[in-house]
């Protein structure tokens, strides 16, 4: 898909990628019917009155018929088909105006003169709400007309390529996906134009008060590719660094599944908390591009787009593939190259999300299309990418890039499905893999295998470990792997396969283990152990079955509350027992502490207080034996709980925090409580 509305989740290490429903939708229709339809566009855009005027032509083939829709804000100036005016009626619904066009022997030309006014920009959108926000906008400080806007008319069930010439003020800057073929300055403006060839559905468009920085790349295949940088003027020294990152980023992907597939690469600012790729660009906020970690994680994130996402877009209709396999092969691959620990703990990071997800925002894999909020990114993304890297350590890595640079040459440029993407790992791996695909994208859930028993035994110079996993129906075709740990800390792994309900292995070693524990690297998708993850704040967020009790300040407490959750509040009052679905307790710490006490919940944690003098609020999360997971949230007074409302949804990961003010001074995760035996043999 062409295009990728991220919501950045700031304080995280990764910056997930997710489509919006809208773009997800736009894009699957464009990839039905491989005919492409040729535009060429000129377009005049005022930022400060928000005024736009286009006017372009589409050839269509013959043969067929076509539909035609454009966004009702706009108006209709002029349709002519083949040099005549055209009296074609329109119909309008959901937003949108249409026009049939009956199929003919021969092409058709259609050029159509539109105008319209655009949306104020709405610099208050949050990292969410941009997930879900089509319309186009325009401003001094940056315009955004997102394909999924309807912003010039389109061509349903066809592939557009096009010339795209932007007229904008001279101090602005305009960019498009597509190559920069022109540029010219005349009377106070600037006309941009950009050329692309791949067909997509429609055109992202951007403009903007850039300072531009531009360099040169040598591709694998020899070709001059042109990097740039569109930057808002605070953050304008941040350009060579970025293009250092995209050069390098560039170099890795090349080497690892094969040359770029376009002529260009930007990096374009926004005012808002943006964090959208597209075929040749991602377009990120300006506060966001500020983020230390974004060079050296999303912004790679973003390159790997092109290949996957962009350069083979998926077959939505049959799900999205390219999120989790984006994420696997650039956020998790950083992660491998920082070291063992730092991987580690991007998996459980992952175990943990889905353990915070209610079984009601479950989803099967195969029917994710686009993120809209964060039980989607759950599913879409994390599961997808162990699912990849389940198969890396199932045929190896050379077979697992070596289907990569298959499933790149075969499908570049084209539509591929999990089904074409399962043919190139089986003809590299010579595997059959359709069992362990269908497992993990038709079923909703994830299996909970356990060791059951295990047991210790010696054979002469030798030990036996006997042990007997245990799953649920309906069963999962695993492979586990068990960890013997001796003396001295060291270990061994030993990989099994459990493809049915109880299934008893034995183990032999030449040293006495201590202990056996099942999958303590957190390398097999599934569901933890009750107690072996204890509860983070996600699960207050993503389990539409969490209730909320306001205790004083309600409130701030409510606001603060409808920004942590993702679904409705389900409010319920202090005097009434806890429930038994995950509780979110919120208010000020005199009244809560007194709920606390009132219905036998444990008080706050003794080593939160460390930092007593500075802290204006604390959050935390308990375990009720029997119960879901209790998040708490309490504050001195009003003001400091109002304060939390912007930083607290961006800690979803974390078990505690202490804050002063909207400044989080300390922070933490409960430890992990891997399940193992221990081994007593004779």
């Known amino acids: 898909m062409r295009h990728r509305a991220r919501g950045l989740l700031l304080g995280l290490a990764l910056v997930a990628g997710a489509a919006t429903v809208a773009q997800a939708a736009a894009a699957a229709a464009a990839t039905t019917d491989p005919q492409q339809v040729r535009a060429e566009l000129d377009v005049r855009l005022d930022p400060e009155t928000r005024a736009l005027a286009g006017r372009g032509t589409w050839l269509v083939a013959a043969g067929r018929p076509w539909t035609m829709t454009l966004a009702e804000r706009f108006a209709v100036r002029r349709l002519t088909i083949d040099g005549r005016d055209s009296n074609a009626e329109s119909r309008s619904g959901g937003g949108l105006r249409e026009w049939r066009f009956p199929a003919t022997p021969q092409a058709r030309r259609i050029e159509v003169h539109w105008t319209g006014r655009l949306e104020p920009l709405d610099t208050t959108l949050d990292h969410r709400a941009v997930l879900t926000h089509a319309a186009p906008a325009a401003g001094p400080r940056g315009s955004f007309l997102p394909a999924a806007a309807h912003w010039h008319p389109a061509f349903r069930d066809g592939g557009l390529a096009y010339r795209l010439a932007v007229d904008v003020p001279e101090s602005q800057h305009a960019i498009a996906p597509g190559r920069l073929t022109g540029e010219r300055a005349v009377g106070g403006r600037r006309v941009q134009t950009y050329e692309f060839a791949q067909p997509e559905p429609a055109i992202d468009l951007m403009a903007g008060p850039y300072v531009v920085t531009q360099r040169e790349f040598v591709s694998a295949d020899g070709r001059r590719l042109e990097l740039r940088s569109l930057l808002h003027p605070e953050i304008a020294d941040r350009a060579a660094g970025d293009l250092e990152a995209v050069a390098r980023y560039l170099r890795l992907y090349e080497s690892w599944i094969g040359p770029y597939p376009y002529e260009s690469f930007s990096v374009v600012s926004s005012p ?72 580690l703990e991007m998996r459980l990071g992952w175990l943990r999300d889905f353990a915070a997800l209610g079984s009601a925002a479950d989803r099967p894999l195969v029917e994710f299309a686009a993120r809209t909020h964060g039980a989607e990114q759950v599913v879409g993304y994390h599961k997808a990418a162990m699912l990849f890297l389940m198969l890396r350590d199932a045929i190896g890595t050379e077979a697992f890039d070596r289907a990569l640079r298959g499933f790149w040459r075969q499908h570049r440029g084209g539509v591929a499905s999990w089904d074409d993407l399962r043919a190139a790992f089986e003809s590299a791996s010579g595997r059959d893999l359709r069992a362990y695909f269908e497992q993990w994208l038709a079923r909703s859930g994830a299996p909970a295998p356990r060791l059951a028993s295990a047991a210790l035994t010696r054979e002469g110079a030798r030990w036996r470990v006997n042990v007997e996993l245990a799953q649920d129906a309906p069963v999962y075709r695993l492979r586990v792997p068990l960890v013997l740990g001796f003396a001295g800390g060291t270990e061994e792994t030993r990989w099994v396969d459990l493809d049915r309900e109880r299934a008893r292995f034995a183990l032999a070693t030449d040293r006495r283990p201590e202990h056996i524990a099942l999958d303590p690297q957190a390398r097999v998708f599934r569901r933890l152990a009750p107690g072996e993850a204890p509860p983070i704040l996600r699960q207050a967020m993503l389990d539409p079955a969490t209730v909320t009790v306001l205790a004083g300040a309600e409130a701030a407490g409510e606001a603060l509350a409808r920004r942590l959750t993702e679904y409705p509040l389900k409010p319920r009052p202090t005097a009434a027992p806890p429930p038994s679905a995950p509780l979110l307790l919120v208010g000020l710490a005199a009244d809560v502490d007194r709920y606390l006490e009132r219905h036998d919940l444990p008080p706050r944690p003794s080593d939160l207080g460390a930092t007593a003098g500075q802290a204006t609020a604390w959050v935390w999360t308990l375990e009720r034996r029997g119960g879901a997971p209790v998040t708490v949230v309490e504050a001195r007074d009003a003001s400091a709980l109002a304060a939390l409302a912007r930083p607290l949804p961006h800690y979803g990961r974390q078990s505690w925090l202490v804050f002063d003010g909207a400044r989080a001074i300390a922070r933490g995760t409960w430890p992990l409580r891997p399940r193992q035996i221990d081994l007593n043999g004779d």
């Open 272 to 343: 808002t908390p943006t964090g959208f790729g597209m075929p040749t660009l991602t377009y990120m906020g300006v506060d966001v591009l500020r983020l230390p970690f974004i060079r050296d994680t999303s912004l790679g994130h973003e390159v790997l787009h092109n290949w996957w996402g962009n350069g083979v877009r998926p077959d939505y209709a049959r799900g999205n593939w390219s999120e989790g396999l984006t994420a696997f092969m650039a956020d998790y691959a950083y992660r491998e190259q920082a070291g063992a620990a730092a991987a």
